[in-house]
Antibody, heavy 121, light 106 residues
Framework: EVQLLESGGDLVQPGGSLRLSCAAS????????MTWVRQAPGKGLEWFAA????????YYTDSVRGRFTLSRDNSRNTLYLQMNSLRAADTALYFC??????????????WGQGIFVTVSS | DIQMTQSPSSLSPSVGDRVTITCQAS??????LNWYQKKPGKAPNLLIY???NLEAGVPSRFSGSGSGTDFTFTISSLQPEDIATYYC?????????FGQGTRLDI
């Protein structure tokens, strides 16, 4: 059974940093692209970052580019999201998700339960 | 960015009703369109991929159709457990984008 477990969420002040982790099990992690999606309170889903299987390719939306860095350790089956210069607008429930292929362009067929990040003074 | 517009934003159907949600893309995305179900406090769940393919384990009352810019998602006979918010998602172009969601309330 595929499992994705996010951790690292917290309350942080504006301008602060946080690192989220997503521990994967039940599938060959090193074969699949991985994605982060977030949902701000009362809002819809926002796809904002993805990484290919090797870790040598990443994509970020304008809302996080230059502030967030996505990486992965295939030996540990873990995905990381380093978030710097956090803003109130980054307050959200963060989900990691597995693609069906090793490409950004694939449906997301397995998701973690999500982890809260709150940015507030 | 490709804008995805869902209609309606919310619905109040009854159990047993046929429910239809539309999703329009701001430009041609072929069949690169997925539908997800999202319940409060739960992870999103992939229901339909490539516009019309039912994900494994998803009940057959769910279906999808369309191509290009216009897509439709249907629940043939609404069940109580289907109360959720439904999102379309295009994956033809970066950035990948979601529709704003359609909330079903009973």
């Amino acid at each position: 059974e595929v499992q994705l477990l996010e951790s690292g969420g917290d309350l942080v002040q504006p301008g602060g940093s946080l690192r989220l982790s997503c521990a994967a099990s039940g599938f060959n992690f090193s074969n699949y692209a991985m994605t982060w999606v977030r949902q701000a309170p009362g809002k819809g889903l926002e796809w904002f970052a993805a990484i290919v299987a090797s870790g040598r390719g990443t994509y970020y939306t304008d809302s996080v580019r230059g502030r967030f860095t996505l990486s992965r350790d295939n030996s540990r089956n873990t995905l990381y999201l380093q978030m710097n210069s956090l803003r109130a607008a980054d307050t959200a429930l963060y989900f990691c998700a597995k693609g069906t292929l090793n490409t950004y362009f694939s449906p997301l067929d397995s998701w973690g339960q999500g982890i809260f990040v709150t940015v507030s003074s | 960015d490709i804008q995805m517009t869902q209609s309606p934003s919310s619905l109040s159907p009854s159990v047993g009703d046929r429910v239809t949600i539309t999703c329009q893309a701001s430009r041609d995305i072929g069949k690169y369109l997925n539908w997800y179900q999202k319940k409060p406090g739960k992870a999103p769940n992939l229901l339909i991929y490539d516009a019309s393919n039912l994900e494994a384990g998803v009940p057959s009352r769910f279906s999808g159709s369309g191509s290009g810019t216009d897509f439709t998602f249907t629940i043939s006979s609404l069940q109580p457990e289907d109360i959720a918010t439904y999102y379309c998602q295009q994956y033809d172009n970066l950035p990948i984008t979601f529709g704003q969601g359609t909330r079903l309330d009973i």
